[in-house]
């Protein structure tokens, strides 16, 4: 049995690491660009004026264990969009008066508004899905590539 040159098999192993973190880094990024995208491309929910689906955004997160792929929408209704609502009475906060569009078109005031709350959209859930299952995929094309050239 004859041993090779071990500086070279530790030199290539080192690229193995590298170009595994680069694949990762990579293949999270991506995910995270297609669960924007997929939030914009199918809100399931009726897009309104405020344009919700356009705030979410994504990052990765190094934790202790590895890094993880986070989504996220700054928009203080976002979690009642996704996770539903119960009914609930909707009060000004500043002004004494609620402005709103009827659904005749005229501008309506109100003290308060019954809402009666919605279903849940998961529509953030929707997204990580399929933010997992482009990770899924892509991972496994670029770690077959890099095992390949090992």
């Known amino acids: 049995m004859q ?9 290539a192993h080192d690229r193995l690491l590298a ?9 999270l990024d ?7 995208e997929h939030v914009q491309r199918y809100p399931e929910f009726k897009p309104q004026s405020g344009d919700l689906q356009k ?22 209704y976002a979690g009642a969009i996704d996770g539903g609502a119960k009914a609930h009475v909707i009060t000004p906060k500043r002004a004494k008066l609620l402005r709103f569009i009827g659904r005749d078109g005229r501008t309506v005031f109100a003290r308060r508004v019954n809402h009666p709350g919605n279903k849940p959209y998961r529509f953030m859930y929707f997204a990580t ?3 997992n299952r482009v990770f899924r995929a892509d ?3 670029r770690l077959t590539d890099i095992g390949a050239r090992f």
């Open 3 to 11: 041993i090779g040159n071990l500086d070279e098999l530790e030199r």
């Open 19 to 27: 170009d595994n973190e680069r694949a990762i880094a990579q293949a």
């Open 55 to 76: 705030h979410t955004k994504y990052r990765v997160v190094r934790t202790s264990a590895g890094r993880i792929l986070r989504l996220s929408n700054d928009m203080p």
């Open 129 to 131: 899905d399929a933010a």
């Open 139 to 141: 991972i496994e094309r």
């Open 30 to 36: 991506l995910a995270g660009q297609h669960g924007v």
